[in-house]
């Protein structure tokens, strides 16, 4: 878990891979902490030993992965074979078991709304995820919101195009952004 912390602390730009043809350009850029929000069952365990040989940290948003089932048995799977530093889900239910086998998650919230704020800030607050990627990245008060309110460490992903947004997220309060865009990963 502090290794998650330690490599946000010194490099707040997570690298977002939405698109196979990125994770190379990830591999190679200065972010230590990788998210992968694309692939299958079929290629994780070699993109997971690829990101330990590059000595990034790698986080599988398991809800995306193709040829896995939402359910216990299919984290637990991820857990003892695949082995990333950690998982990002939507699903509750996926949280709870997470919690439960000792792996990392990063709940994913998407905040369309003052509802949608409200109802996340209590989900945050039962669920109790390490940390907590707010959509989209780009509502400094609303990351200040869910950050006193849920005392979960912040993450601002989504429409992170500039380094005006970086700066605006972080002095807001998130402890890293995460983004897909290959030349911010560069500032």
């Known amino acids: 878990m502090a290794d998650f912390y330690d490599k946000t602390h010194r490099s707040p730009i997570i690298a977002a891979v939405n698109n196979r043809n990125t994770l190379q350009d990830a591999l190679k850029s ?6 992968l929000l694309t692939g299958d069952i079929m290629m994780l365990e070699n993109v ?4 330990k040989q590059a ?27 695949i082995q990333p530093d ?15 086998l000792d792996v990392f998650v990063i709940q994913r919230l998407f905040i369309l709304d003052s ?37 979960t460490p912040v993450i601002a992903g989504g429409l992170i195009h500039e380094k005006s947004d970086i700066i605006d997220s972080l002095n807001a309060g998130s402890i890293a952004v995460s983004t897909s865009n290959k030349e911010v990963w560069y500032k």
Request: aromatic share 6%; glycine share 4%; charged share 30%.
């Open 48 to 51: 997971v030993a690829e990101a």
């Open 86 to 100: 950690g998982i990002l889900t939507t699903k509750p239910n996926l949280i709870k078991y997470a919690k439960r």
């Open 30 to 35: 200065p972010s230590e902490v990788i998210f």
């Open 115 to 151: 509802i949608s704020l409200d109802t996340g800030i209590k989900s945050l607050q039962a669920m109790k995820p390490d940390a907590v990627e707010i959509m989209p990245g780009i509502m400094p008060k609303v990351i200040r919101k869910i950050s006193k309110e849920s005392k």
């Open 55 to 81: 000595n990034k940290s790698l986080y599988i948003h398991i809800d995306l992965m193709e040829g896995l089932s939402k359910d216990f048995m299919s984290l637990k799977y991820v857990k003892e074979r």
